[in-house]
Nanobody, 123 residues
Framework: QVQLVESGGGLVQAGESLRLACTASGVTFPTYTMGWFRQAPGKGREFVAVIGWTGGTALYADSVKGRFTISRDNAKKTVYLQMNSLKPEDTAVYSC????????????????WGQGTQVTVSS
């Protein structure tokens, strides 16, 4: 079973940046499509971004387009989420997820999930 561990969260002021990382183990990482999701207090889980197993296709939620960038390093079995120009409404627990040989889409169902990392943006 694939194991996913997120890192890189923290407390920042509005307008600053963070880079999240999600490292996988127990899996042939280059064959997996990887996604990022977030969940704010009292709200449901929201799609943020997804990147295909080839690394050539990336999709983003409208709320983060132009500010967030998803990327992957297959040698390190890691997917990243670069978050720039952060806003208070970006505050949430961010989680990564994996699905083997999947076509990237916002509604993709995933097989495995990480535990999440907290991102807090103050005004």
């Amino acid at each position: 079973q694939v194991q996913l561990v997120e890192s890189g969260g923290g407390l920042v002021q509005a307008g600053e940046s963070l880079r999240l990382a999600c490292t996988a183990s127990g899996v042939t990482f280059p064959t997996y499509t990887m996604g990022w999701f977030r969940q704010a207090p009292g709200k449901g889980r929201e799609f943020v971004a997804v990147i295909g197993w080839t690394g050539g296709t990336a999709l983003y939620a409208d709320s983060v387009k132009g500010r967030f960038t998803i990327s992957r390093d297959n040698a390190k079995k890691t997917v990243y989420l670069q978050m720039n120009s952060l806003k208070p409404e970006d505050t949430a627990v961010y989680s990564c997820a994996a699905r083997r040989f999947a076509t990237p889409s916002p509604g993709l169902a995933y097989d495995s999930w990480g535990q999440g990392t907290q991102v807090t943006v103050s005004s």
